[in-house]
């Protein structure tokens, strides 16, 4: 099992977009692909239909792992009516995490223990992370080995990626290690002097972390979004699905092999 986090402290950058993109691709492609709604809003879980107010439970339970009447974590999790793509979604008592469990030691690995228990169900775990640093953005970093960064060419999101990134490097110095990670440029507008001069400085700022693929601003994106279907899904002409698809070709080649099929 493989896990991505899509992170980014500022909201309405892609990070729900990218998770349901990549995540859709990756099981029209043939992963058994879970999607993880880390966020208390629960776009990503309304994006597939489910409402979030109307469920019994979903990643909060993770957090009650020892309680008699905790569920086990598969059984939260929801299908999809696409082949091999599931959600194990959130709902709206997650936003109550962070004053319950304050900094109660052990609760950062609620995930990644979870994810734990469902190694031999799925090949690929993506997980969607809410805009703001705490219990389950920590969570989504500590179980995940690779992260990617959507980050819009704005300005304003540019300083919003520095402040993501200084986070990150907090923890990882709590951590002793460093996660790999890739930015990616995202609702990209060529036409408007803002999409271009943020693009130019993230290419001068941040190269070496930078995906080659450029997310374009793409009307049938939020129609998709609003129609709640995932990119493997969109016809592969438009322009945001091929965007996608190159991002994905990207995070794919630049991953280790897991160590069976190194052995192998
Ligand atoms: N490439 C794109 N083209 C057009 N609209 C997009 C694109 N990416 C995201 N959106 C829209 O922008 C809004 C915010 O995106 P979302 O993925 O929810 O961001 P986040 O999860 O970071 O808050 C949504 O309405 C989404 O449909
Ligand atoms: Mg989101």
């Not at 349901?20 to 309304?46: K, Q």
């Not at 819009?152 to 200084?166: D, H, S, V, Y």
């Not at 930078?210 to 129609?227: C, G």
Request: net charge neutral; charged share 20%; hydrophobic share 50%.
């Amino acid at each position: 099992m493989r896990v991505w986090a899509v992170a980014n402290q500022k909201g309405g950058v892609g990070k729900t977009t990218t998770t349901v993109a990549l995540g859709g691709l990756l099981a029209a492609a043939g992963a058994r692909t879970l999607l993880v709604d880390m966020d208390p809003h629960a776009s990503l879980t309304s994006y597939f239909g489910f409402d979030a107010e109307a469920l019994p439970g979903g990643v909060y339970d993770l957090f009650r792992a020892g309680a008699a009447d905790a569920p086990p974590p598969a059984e939260r999790i929801l299908p999809t009516r696409f082949e091999r793509l599931a959600v194990l979604p959130a709902t709206p008592a997650m936003a109550t995490l962070d004053r319950q469990l304050g900094a109660r030691a052990g609760m950062g690995l609620a995930l990644a223990e979870a994810l734990a228990t469902l190694a031999d169900d799925y090949d690929r775990v993506l997980v969607d992370c809410p805009p703001m640093l705490g219990v389950l953005m920590v969570n989504a970093l500590a179980a995940c080995e690779r992260l990617v960064i959507p980050t819009q060419t704005e300005f304003l999101a540019l300083n919003g990626l520095e402040r993501m990134l200084r986070s990150l490097a907090m923890i990882e110095r709590a951590r002793g290690m460093r996660l790999p990670r890739l930015i990616v440029p995202t609702l990209y507008d060529g036409r408007t002097h803002a999409s271009a001069a943020s693009l130019r400085a993230l290419r001068e700022r941040h190269a070496d972390e930078l995906a080659q693929s450029v997310i374009p601003v793409d009307t049938q994106i939020r129609e998709a979004s609003l129609a709640g279907v995932p990119a493997g899904a969109w016809p592969a002409a438009r322009r945001g699905a091929q965007a996608y698809r190159g991002l994905l070709d990207e995070l794919l080649a630049q991953e280790a092999p897991l160590a069976l099929e190194a052995a192998s």
